[in-house]
């Protein structure tokens, strides 16, 4: 996924497999992810960044259910809870 310049939000819901961000700004992009996505028991920013491993100079969130988020040229020490958001309502979301 690429979001181009400026501030970026990327939603990720259950059943999307495995993606890449080519151009995460951590600075500015926040990523939006579903609550307990996959099943997964995660419902904080914090519990998402604490999913989070670096390989090789880039990101992956372990998203359960073979699926996963890869922020590629992101390391981990640039991301803070502030780059996360938990969502509970899709029907009413505005991005």
């Known amino acids: 996924m690429t979001g181009g310049g400026g501030r970026d939000r990327y939603l990720l819901v259950s059943g999307d497999g495995f993606d890449h961000i080519v151009d995460f700004d951590f600075q500015n992009d926040v990523l939006l992810t579903e609550s307990a996505i996959n099943g997964t028991l995660l419902v904080t920013a914090a519990q998402v960044l604490a999913m989070a491993v670096e ?16 922020l590629e040229g992101t390391p981990l020490a640039n991301l803070t809870v502030a780059n996360f958001m938990v969502v509970t309502e899709l029907d009413n979301l505005v991005i």
Do not use: D
């Open 55 to 70: 390989i090789g100079g880039n990101t992956v969130i372990n998203l359960g259910g073979s699926n996963a988020i890869t």
